[in-house]
């Protein structure tokens, strides 16, 4: 990005923040991924060339470090990078106060990754949960898995190898206001929207998931 030129602090900050895809790179760093190929299954079509860009820059303006172990490098957020995710995160509040996505832009797959990101695997009832999401009214991958573990979570296009605790069947909009903490797992079932096979245990474990977004319980405009 071309500096705006002013000593402005508005300028300055968004000479950092405001180009393409740097935001969503924040967020993706602010809900814990480290390494490059983390950053990037959770933002699809971002171009790798583009992401190795803007971790450059963003550790030149001392946003990010960048820290290396042998062959592993890992990006994490400075004090400096913690206080501009909180505009990340006012700006997604805004978002969800605001703003309807569109349709086309209803990702089951980013959804259920973002869920992933945001459990903490310490909280689960048992050392691993395995959920199939079967997407109706959709076309391409209508079946996920997400895999929540004591080792760490994951979204699996493929059956991940291990039995199935329950299945949720949903449309993407349900499953979108669900993860989003707009639609309440309950209301969802009430509704037909969303139905749970599995014991009760996972429904309230889903129930759970579906309070953990920040944007939960925000009004909209």
């Known amino acids: 990005m071309r500096s705006y030129g002013q000593y402005c602090p508005v300028a300055l900050g968004a000479e950092v923040f405001a ?19 983390e950053i990037l299954e959770g933002a699809p079509g ?4 583009v992401l190795a860009a803007r971790l450059r820059t963003l550790c030149q303006a001392g946003v990010v470090r960048q820290t290396a172990s042998g062959r592993r ?33 209803q990702d089951p797959y980013l959804a259920l990754w973002t869920v992933s990101r945001m459990v903490d695997p310490g909280s689960l009832p048992r050392d691993r949960v395995v959920v199939r999401f079967d997407l109706t ?7 996920y898995w997400l895999v929540a573990g004591r080792t760490g979570n994951e979204v699996c296009v493929e059956p991940p190898g291990y039995p199935e605790d329950g299945v949720v069947t949903s449309d993407p909009a349900a ?18 929207r969303m139905t749970v096979t599995g014991p009760r245990w ?20």
């Open 137 to 143: 009214g959709v076309r391409g991958p209508h079946r």
């Open 46 to 49: 971002l171009p790798r060339s």
């Open 202 to 221: 996972l429904e309230r474990e889903l129930a759970r998931w579906g309070r953990l977004s920040p944007y939960a319980g925000i009004e909209t405009g």
């Open 73 to 105: 490098t890992r990006y994490v957020l400075t004090d400096c990078g913690l206080e501009l995710a909180e505009v990340c995160t006012a700006l997604g509040a805004w978002g969800a106060r605001w703003l309807e996505a569109r349709p086309e832009d």
């Open 19 to 37: 180009e393409r895809w740097t935001p969503i790179i924040l967020r993706n760093l602010h809900l814990g991924c480290e390494r490059f190929a």
């Open 175 to 192: 499953l979108i206001g669900w993860y989003a903490g707009r639609l309440p797992l309950g209301a969802a079932q009430r509704t037909g």
